[in-house]
């Protein structure tokens, strides 16, 4: 089993940055190595797929669509892929994680099916150690989201990018401390605050 990664869950994706934040600052000290030995060096990388189904009323009883009144099967599949490397001279491990995936669902009186791909991306981009002792960070996060209706055709897409910078006091490496966050978010929203109750009924009832 995975979190299924739909609509309703989709925006807290947002909430990757942090944890990517916290990774890197964790591993945000000099490489041991001596700076310009490391260039482009992949230090971890972990690709997995996994794939999952099961019937909605018996996986969530009432919490699922009350007023459904065929039973709906969800078949879901993501792709993950995180990796750690080293870039320019060594000095800073940067860490990247993304994810895709889609989810179909299906009327299982009639056989009818809609079905969404989502995605996401996190990526260190620049750091850097101050003068002061503290390390700014700037963290990029894409977003999507497709929604396809019951003929397959696409209803909206919503998609963002997300910047985030970052300035971490390392005084204490066991428990860093953000002094400051600024995020800038760009993108475009089609889809709006969707129910998915009433997708439901809409595409394949």
């Known amino acids: 089993m995975f979190p299924r990664l739909t609509r309703r869950v989709l925006p807290a994706?947002?909430?990757?940055s942090a944890l990517a934040a916290t990774i890197l600052i964790s591993a945000s000290a000099p490489a041991s190595a001596a700076p310009g030995e490391n260039n482009g060096n992949v230090v971890f990388r972990n690709?997995?797929?996994?794939?999952?189904?099961?019937?909605e009323q018996e996986e969530h009883g009432d919490e699922f669509c009350p007023d459904v009144p065929f039973d709906v099967r969800w078949d879901g599949n993501i792709t993950v892929t995180d990796m750690v490397q080293t870039k320019g001279r060594?000095?800073?491990?940067?860490?990247?994680?993304?994810?895709?995936?889609?989810?179909?669902?299906?009327?299982?009186?009639t056989g009818a099916t809609f079905h969404d791909r989502v995605s996401f991306r996190s990526s260190?981009?620049?750091?850097?150690?101050?003068?002061d002792?503290?390390?700014?960070?700037?963290?990029?996060?894409?977003?999507?989201?497709?929604l396809f209706d019951g003929n397959g055709?696409?209803?909206?897409?919503?998609a963002g990018l997300v910047k985030i910078d970052l300035v971490v006091d390392l005084s204490d490496p066991e428990?860093?401390?953000?002094?400051?966050?600024?995020?800038?978010?760009?993108?475009?929203?089609?889809?709006?605050?969707?129910?998915?109750c009433t997708d439901v009924m809409t595409?394949?009832?």
């Open 13 to 16: 994706a947002l909430s990757v």
């Open 47 to 55: 690709h997995q797929t996994f794939k999952d189904s099961h019937i």
């Open 90 to 109: 060594g000095d800073f491990e940067y860490f990247s994680f993304k994810f895709s995936g889609s989810n179909t669902y299906t009327n299982l009186e």
């Open 124 to 131: 260190d981009q620049k750091a850097r150690f101050n003068e």
């Open 133 to 146: 002792g503290t390390l700014s960070l700037t963290i990029m996060d894409r977003l999507g989201w497709k």
């Open 153 to 158: 055709k696409l209803v909206g897409v919503d």
């Open 175 to 196: 428990n860093p401390v953000d002094l400051s966050e600024t995020v800038t978010e760009h993108g475009t929203r089609q889809l709006g605050e969707r129910d998915f």
């Open 203 to 205: 595409f394949i009832g």
